[in-house]
């Protein structure tokens, strides 16, 4: 079975913190994702990478960056938290070449 | 930009009663994966369906592709069954990796 791993469940942190998320895959997966989730407006894009240092900005970058120096870790970043980042935030991962995605239990991230 | 559309947006049923869930989609698909939310938030994959029929236990998903829509039937549902479902998609025309998610059904299986 595939496994996604997410460093916390549950996060409270203050506003201009650096905030770091972890995502760690372990099926050697070349595709990951990081997802945000809020009421009313579904699952949004911020950042995918489809290698090793390689990335691609989502539909809703803007105040994040991500980093993979590894093919089984992928960081979410939150340069200096804001409150409208609260919100439950979701890793996901895909071989190359497939179409199945794969989510991880996800983060539930409060700033204050 | 893509169009995923599912409906209802909520649905409370008692247990034991099926249902049906809708997603129209925007334009022609080469992925399409349908997730179940449970309550504690993890997305689980049900099916990825982006033509024909398929069937796990309970649960149903059909696609018609040259319509633009897939539904996913429950049947007997149970209260487990409770959570968020969403459909998600891939179009058939993007380069990108990433699928688009509707806003899914927000479903209460009550006993």
């Known amino acids: 079975d595939v496994k996604v791993t997410q460093s916390s469940r549950y996060l409270v942190k203050r506003t201009g913190e650096k905030v770091f998320l972890e995502c760690v895959q372990d099926?050697?997966?070349?595709?990951m994702f990081w997802y945000r989730q809020d009421p009313g407006l579904g699952l949004r894009l911020i950042y995918f990478?489809?290698?090793?240092?390689?990335?691609e900005k989502g539909d809703i970058p803007e105040g994040y960056s991500v980093s993979r120096e590894k093919k089984e870790r992928f960081s979410l970043i939150l340069e200096s938290a804001s409150t409208n980042q609260t919100s439950m935030y979701l890793c996901a991962s895909r071989a190359g070449g497939a179409y199945e995605q794969y989510f991880g239990p996800g983060t539930r991230l409060t700033v204050t | 930009g893509i169009q995923v559309e599912q409906s209802p947006p909520d649905l409370i049923l008692q247990e034991g009663a099926n249902s049906t869930l809708r997603c129209n989609f925007s334009d022609s698909v080469n992925n399409l994966q349908w997730f179940h939310q449970n309550p504690w938030g993890q997305l689980i994959n049900l099916f990825y369906?982006?033509?024909g029929t398929k069937q796990n236990g309970r649960l149903s998903a059909t696609t018609v592709a040259t319509e633009r829509y897939s539904l996913l039937y429950i049947s007997s549902s149970q209260t487990t069954d409770s959570g968020v479902y969403f459909c998600a998609v891939k179009l058939d025309g993007n380069s990108g990796y990433a699928l688009n998610f509707g806003k899914g059904t927000s479903l209460l299986v009550t006993p």
């Open positions: 369906i982006p033509s």
């Open positions: 990478s489809y290698d090793v240092k390689m990335k």
């Open positions: 099926m050697d997966h070349e595709n």
